[in-house]
């Protein structure tokens, strides 16, 4: 079967959907679309270096939605991924997040505060949101903290 790697901007709350605890249907997420590839200048050999675009665009729709950068980081069947609203910024639509199939997380460092942030990018697309400076701020002085998902099970890790 194969599979496709998703980046999903994901509340506090929904974080539960690594112990099954909730679990995530119709989502909108991100991917490497070949939108995304084209509209960044990627070829297909930079499929890592778009793997962590198609992460930060995530993190930017969080942000927008969630007033915070939490994404998940699911390796899902390619069955259940879908067109998205926004193909040129990854934009797919995930059908099901199964709590296995997530791999990762990524939220801010602790002590990082991203409210001006939060604040500017408020309910809008990705595209206005990353022009508004403190975005950019945010973007550039603090990078995504990778977290393993036993870390959360366990209730060791950030946020937990």
Request: proline share 6%; glycine share 6%.
């Amino acid at each position: 079967m194969e599979r496709q790697l998703v980046f999903v901007p994901v509340s506090r709350s929904e974080l539960e959907t690594m112990t099954g605890g909730v679990e995530l249907t119709d989502r909108p997420a991100h991917t490497v679309t070949d939108e995304l590839l084209e509209a960044l200048g990627y070829t297909p050999a930079q499929a890592e270096d778009a793997e962590y675009a198609a992460l930060v665009l995530a993190s930017i729709a969080a942000l927008s939605r969630y007033g915070e950068r939490l994404v998940l980081v699911a390796d899902v069947p390619t069955s259940v991924v879908g067109l998205g609203a926004d193909p040129d910024n990854g934009g797919v639509n995930v059908s099901r997040v199964p709590a296995q199939a997530i791999t990762a997380w990524f939220c801010e460092a602790p002590g990082v505060d991203s409210s001006d942030a939060a604040a500017a990018a408020k309910d809008l697309d990705i595209d206005t949101a990353w022009d508004f400076p403190e975005v950019q701020r945010l973007l550039h002085e603090s990078d995504l903290l990778w977290n393993d998902v036993e870390e959360y099970r366990r209730g060791s890790g950030p946020l937990a």
